[in-house]
């Protein structure tokens, strides 16, 4: 039957070779076979590709298998099943080591595209100094108030370099920096995991399997104060700052009617009248129209400096208002330590449920169970306490840094002639828009100075 058909060898695979005849039927087999050993994706890859030259059936001489026969079908499916079983038991092997050893606190990092860090001789973490300078910067520029996008593009045009070697800085880039707990010195691991072994597909870890953080892993290169702080602040950026935009005023001016930020809108786009105007976002969203007037960025330039004079005009009270109430306020050392306590009690409280669990099983309306339910529910309530009180101390971190920065940056301050982004973006918090004769400026250390424009 198959004495009188052209053979041709297949490279790199001894006792395979490509029978030309009919391409329907070793089309199917291949296709349907889901094995990914080498052998199956080579012979997948080379069949594809020899389709021009009507290569139709594939013999195995060793095995003496012709996928057109019944007889040699059925073993290739065989030889096909075992082979994937083998492929599921290896993954499945590489796993559980992979897993053990990120549950032993061993972490693994790809050092390659890591700003910031190097590849030690032991293989731990080692700060490159030049590289952390940009991280620095770019925790510094966030927590004055730019925006990502607006660091990127300072990045791009001061000519620095990304880790992967491009010239471009993209905004994502630099919020995948902000939020990569390893810069304080942190690891979490485990962030992402495989799905299935034969696609080899992974996705974000959302609870599925365990994470483990391996806390003082390495040297940090930004301090945890500092870092808490600008988690705080990328949890409030998307309501804020309108997606491409790199001006100052970007989310820190709002609107007295709805609450909404202002925005730019180009007006007259394709003329010689064209500028750029700030209005309400949602001036036409909502069924009655907001009363408040766009303003050109001049004229909120001019708002912000005849607020900003008559600030320094009174900086030595407004210095010994905040340094007597405000930071006092915002003292972190009591929530500290009533989370410190909480830490305490949720270590206990595990190690009384570990105990209850080693011990023989109880019937479900025993006293015990009753004892391990309200551990449970306790543990519960002990975790929300927690979370708030982190949130809380990390709102008021952040609100405090602001606030040295205000205060530091206004003790050098003299009379403003001209705007200065930078400056802004210290000093003040936010400004609301009434009218045009009424226009709030509200600076970082709470106080509210009421301007406005003269038409």
């Known amino acids: 039957m198959h004495q009188n058909v052209r053979r041709t060898q297949l490279a790199g695979s001894s006792g395979v070779c490509l029978v030309f005849q009919s391409p329907k039927r070793c089309s199917t087999i291949l296709n349907d076979t889901q094995s990914d050993t080498p052998r199956y994706a080579t012979l997948r890859a080379v069949f594809?590709?020899?389709?021009?030259?009507?290569?139709?059936?594939?013999?195995?001489?060793?095995?003496?298998?012709?996928?057109?026969?019944?007889?040699g079908e059925v073993l290739l499916t065989i030889m096909?099943?075992?082979?994937?079983?083998?492929?599921?038991?290896?993954s499945e092997n590489v796993t559980w080591g992979i897993r053990k050893r990120l549950a032993s606190g061993k972490v693994i990092v790809g050092y390659k595209n890591f700003l910031g860090?190097?590849?030690?001789?032991?293989?731990?973490?080692?700060?490159?100094?030049?590289?952390?300078?940009?991280?620095?910067?770019?925790?510094?520029?966030?927590?004055?108030?730019?925006?990502?996008?607006?660091?990127?593009?300072?990045?791009?045009?001061q000519g620095i370099k990304t880790v992967t070697g491009k010239d471009v800085w993209r905004d994502g880039t630099i919020v995948g920096i902000l939020k990569n707990?390893?810069?304080?010195?942190?690891?979490?691991?485990?962030?992402?995991?495989?799905?299935?072994?034969?696609?080899?597909?992974?996705?974000?870890?959302?609870?599925?399997?365990?994470?483990?953080?391996?806390?003082?892993?390495?040297?940090?290169?930004?301090?945890?104060?500092?870092f808490e702080a600008a988690q705080v602040r990328l949890s409030k950026l998307g309501q804020r700052v309108p997606h491409g935009c790199t001006s100052p005023f970007?989310?820190?001016?709002?609107c007295a009617d709805c609450g909404s930020i202002y925005g730019p809108k180009v007006w007259h786009s394709n003329d010689k009248y064209r500028r750029t105007v700030w209005q309400c976002l949602n001036k036409f969203n909502n069924d009655r129209k907001c009363t408040t007037p766009h303003l050109l960025e001049t004229e909120l330039e001019e708002v912000y400096i005849?607020?900003?004079?008559?600030?320094?005009?009174?900086?030595?009270?407004?210095?010994?208002?905040?340094?007597?109430?405000?930071?006092?306020?915002l003292d972190t050392s009591e929530l500290e330590r009533k989370k410190a306590e909480l830490d305490d009690e949720?270590?206990?409280?595990?190690a009384r449920m570990e105990q209850d669990l080693s011990g023989p099983v109880s019937s479900a309306d025993s006293q015990e169970m009753a004892d391990y339910k309200a551990l449970v529910k306790r543990l519960n309530e002990n975790q929300d306490e927690g979370y708030k009180l982190s949130e809380a101390i990390s709102n008021k971190k952040l609100r405090?840094?602001?606030?040295?920065?205000?205060?530091?940056?206004?003790?050098?301050?003299?009379?403003?002639?001209?705007?200065?982004?930078?400056?802004?973006?210290?000093?003040?918090?936010?400004?609301?828009?009434?009218?045009?004769?009424?226009?709030?400026?509200?600076?970082k250390d709470g106080t509210v100075i009421s301007g406005g424009l003269l038409s």
């Open 400 to 443: 405090k840094a602001s606030i040295t920065a205000f205060l530091s940056k206004l003790s050098k301050q003299s009379p403003v002639k001209r705007f200065s982004g930078d400056q802004f973006l210290i000093l003040v918090d936010y400004i609301v828009v009434y009218s045009r004769t009424r226009i709030n400026v509200v600076f």
């Open 117 to 157: 860090y190097d590849k030690g001789p032991d293989g731990e973490l080692v700060i490159n100094e030049e590289q952390a300078k940009i991280v620095r910067f770019i925790f510094s520029e966030f927590l004055m108030g730019k925006a990502p996008l607006f660091i990127a593009s300072e990045l791009t045009r």
């Open 48 to 71: 594809n590709n020899t389709k021009r030259f009507y290569c139709k059936e594939l013999a195995f001489e060793k095995e003496n298998i012709w996928t057109f026969d019944g007889k």
């Open 80 to 90: 096909s099943s075992l082979a994937q079983e083998e492929s599921r038991s290896i």
């Open 306 to 329: 005849k607020a900003v004079n008559e600030l320094i005009e009174n900086a030595d009270e407004v210095k010994k208002k905040v340094e007597d109430t405000i930071l006092k306020v």
């Open 346 to 350: 949720r270590v206990q409280i595990v």
């Open 250 to 254: 970007s989310g820190r001016v709002k």
């Open 181 to 226: 707990e390893k810069y304080e010195g942190n690891a979490i691991l485990q962030k992402t995991y495989t799905v299935d072994f034969l696609t080899k597909k992974t996705k974000v870890n959302h609870g599925e399997v365990p994470m483990y953080l391996v806390e003082n892993n390495h040297p940090a290169i930004i301090p945890r104060e500092q």
